[in-house]
């Protein structure tokens, strides 16, 4: 019941932009949260967000570039990536906290930036 959809993922070139979204439903959600996974790589946390409160928390690699927003009303999120680098390429993952503390992921969408 529970379902997180990822889209927005595409080719683009070092230095432009890409806007995820990820739509979320079945549940009210505590934290959406974007994760990426690179071939040969761990699964790392990008950016969360609280749906009550808005506070917002970003890796190290993409502050500054990246910034999640959300839409209370339709339990989206989205991604807005900026200055994108190849270091960026991986399969970008939606995880949503729901307020009884499930956790839940979407199927992926992929991101690829050529140099």
């Known amino acids: 019941q529970v379902q997180l959809v990822e889209s927005g993922g595409d080719l683009v070139q070092a230095g432009g932009s890409l806007r995820l979204s990820c739509t979320a439903s079945?549940?009210?959600?505590?934290?959406i949260a974007w994760y990426r996974q690179a071939p040969g790589k761990q699964r790392e946390e990008v950016a969360g967000?609280?749906?009550?409160?808005?506070?917002?928390k970003y890796a190290e690699a993409v502050k500054g570039r990246f910034t999640i927003s959300r839409d209370n009303t339709k339990n989206t999120v989205d991604l807005q990536m900026n200055s994108l680098e190849p270091e960026d390429t991986a399969v970008y993952y939606c995880?949503?906290?729901?307020?009884?503390?499930?956790?839940?992921w979407g199927r992926g969408t992929q991101v690829t930036v050529s140099s």
């Open positions: 079945g549940s009210t959600f505590r934290i």
């Open positions: 995880k949503g906290t729901t307020w009884n503390w499930s956790q839940h």
């Open positions: 967000i609280s749906f009550s409160t808005g506070t917002t």
